[in-house]
Each structure stands twice: as structure tokens, then as C-alpha cells.
């Protein structure tokens, strides 16, 4: 008589890693410059790029607060004056900002303000 076969052991199936719930991320709103409840005044023309006919668009890359202030600018594109660029600055620097959200809560992020100085007649 022969001896039974040795049974195998069953193989147990790798374990598998727990997978958490997905979660979506909270949808997100961009910082806001133009909402015509923060009254930001454009920026005053400079007197010297008035009589020399300057214009040009600045864009600057403003990095907001949660609380809505300016917390660093950036020139992201020259107007192709150091007046007029100046100008800019100087007065986004003032401004008020609606900070970006994350769901309900105000977290700092970036967002590009255009600045148009255009003379009238032109």
C-alpha cells in the first residue's frame, strides 16, 4: 500500500493593500481682483510717460493671502517702460484681493492682473 499523498497547504492570496475611500479633492476658486466691491483704483498715469506717449500693458503675478492682501509681485510682462511698470506695482500693491478658497476656506495662490495705460485719443 502506498502512502497518501502530502495534502498542500491552500496558498493564501497576497495581501491586499486597504484602500481608503477617494476623497475628491474640495473644489477650488481662484484669487479674484476685480470684484467691484473692493473699489481698487487704477493706477495713476505717470505725468512724464503722459507727455512722452507711453503706453503698454503690464501683467503682474501677484501672490495673495488667505486674508486677501498682496503678499509678493512678480513682473510677469513688461509694458516695455520702467514707468509704467512701476505704476502698476505701486498700485496692485494697495489693492484688495478675494482670496482664492479651497472649499471654505481661504488659502493663499497666485493670479495675473493685466494693467492696460492707454491715452485717450489714441
Known amino acids: 500500500m502506498s502512502?497518501?499523498?502530502p495534502v498542500a497547504a491552500p496558498e493564501s492570496a497576497p495581501a491586499q493593500p486597504s484602500?481608503?475611500?477617494a476623497v475628491a479633492?474640495?473644489?477650488a476658486?481662484?484669487?479674484r481682483f476685480d470684484a467691484d466691491y473692493l473699489n481698487n483704483p487704477?493706477?495713476?498715469y505717470p505725468q512724464l510717460s503722459r507727455r512722452m506717449r507711453e503706453e503698454g500693458k503690464v501683467v503682474?503675478?501677484?501672490t495673495v493671502s488667505a486674508d486677501g492682501t498682496p503678499k509678493q509681485i512678480e513682473l510677469a510682462q513688461s509694458s516695455g517702460s520702467d514707468r509704467?511698470?512701476?505704476a502698476a506695482r505701486g498700485a496692485v500693491q494697495r489693492w484688495r484681493f478675494v482670496p482664492a478658497r479651497q472649499g471654505d476656506?481661504?488659502?493663499e495662490a497666485a493670479v495675473l492682473v493685466p494693467i492696460i495705460f492707454k491715452l485717450e485719443g489714441s
Open 42 to 44: 487704477p493706477p495713476a
Open 29 to 31: 476658486t481662484m484669487a
Open 25 to 27: 479633492p474640495e473644489p
Open 19 to 21: 484602500k481608503a475611500p
Open 84 to 86: 509704467l511698470d512701476k
Open 60 to 62: 503682474l503675478r501677484v
Open 105 to 107: 476656506r481661504a488659502v
Open 3 to 5: 502512502a497518501p499523498a
